[in-house]
C-alpha cells in the first residue's frame, strides 16, 4: 500500500455565515502563505476557522486529515498557534503571560528560552518583569508573539501583527517567521502589505468579498 500524504490544513466546500463562500484549499506541512484582500473579505475569519475559533456552517475543515469538530480545542491550540491583529495580554504583567504557556503544560518556566525569545525580538529581558498597563501597541505585540513561540507551534496564524511595529521591528518579525517556517512551522500570514507578501511565502492567497480569487504559487 503506497504512503497517503494528507494535506496540514483541508478546507472542503466551507461556508461561514455571509461571510466566507465555498471555500475550497490545501495548505501542505512547511507552507508559507500570505493571505492578503481587501479590509472586510474574510481574512480573518479564515484564520479563526483554521484553529477551530469558530466553527463553519457548511463544508468540513480537516487538520492532518482530522475532522476539525472532532479534535479537542486545548490540544489543537497546542499545536496551532494564532496571533491577533490586536495584542491580547491578560493580567497585570508580562511575567503572567510568558508563564502562562508553561502552567498549562505543567512546566517549569525555561528562562534560556524566554531569554533567547526576548533577544530575538529586540527585548531587554527586564521586560519581564513589566506592567502591561506601561507597554506600548508594539511592545504588546512582541510579547504575544514570544509568548505564542515559546512552545513552537506546527501552524502559526498571524494577523497583521506587524502593523502596530516601526520599520526595524517590522523586519525583526519577519526574519524569526522566516526562520520558523526554516525550521518546519507552516505559516499563514495575513497582511495589507503586498511587499510583505511577497517577501517570504512560497503562496499568495487572495480572498475578496468571502471567496477565494486566487491562489498563486510564488516558489
Known amino acids: 500500500m503506497g504512503v497517503v500524504n494528507l494535506s496540514q490544513i483541508e478546507f472542503q466546500n466551507v461556508f461561514y455565515k455571509t461571510v466566507l463562500k465555498n471555500i475550497s484549499l490545501k495548505v501542505e506541512k512547511g507552507d508559507y502563505v500570505s493571505v492578503i484582500g481587501s479590509s472586510g473579505s474574510g481574512k480573518s475569519t479564515f484564520l479563526k476557522l483554521c484553529c477551530h475559533l ?15 469538530m472532532k479534535n479537542n480545542p486545548i490540544e489543537l ?8 491583529q490586536t495584542p491580547i495580554l491578560f493580567g497585570d504583567t508580562v511575567m503572567e503571560n510568558i508563564n502562562y504557556p508553561y502552567s498549562i503544560r505543567n512546566k517549569t518556566m525555561d528562562m534560556e528560552r524566554v531569554n533567547m525569545l526576548f533577544s530575538r525580538f529586540n527585548m531587554e ?3 519581564i518583569d513589566r506592567e502591561i498597563k ?11 508573539l514570544i509568548r505564542t513561540l515559546l512552545f513552537r507551534p506546527e501552524v502559526l496564524l498571524l494577523d497583521e501583527v506587524t502593523s502596530a511595529l516601526d520599520v526595524d521591528n517590522t523586519l525583526i518579525v519577519e526574519n524569526a517567521v522566516n526562520d520558523l517556517n526554516n525550521e518546519g512551522v507552516t505559516i499563514l500570514w495575513v497582511t495589507h502589505n503586498l511587499e510583505q507578501s511577497r517577501k517570504y511565502a512560497n503562496k ?7 471567496e477565494i480569487t486566487s491562489l498563486e504559487v510564488l516558489k
Not at 499568495?204 to 468571502?210: C, E, P, R, S
Open 54 to 68: 469558530i466553527s463553519p456552517t457548511k463544508g468540513n475543515i480537516l487538520i492532518n486529515g482530522n475532522d476539525v
Open 77 to 84: 491550540r497546542k499545536k496551532i498557534s494564532y496571533c491577533f
Open 125 to 127: 529581558p527586564e521586560y
Open 134 to 144: 506601561n507597554l506600548s501597541g508594539g511592545e504588546k505585540q512582541r510579547i504575544a
Open 204 to 210: 499568495l492567497l487572495t480572498i475578496d468579498n468571502g
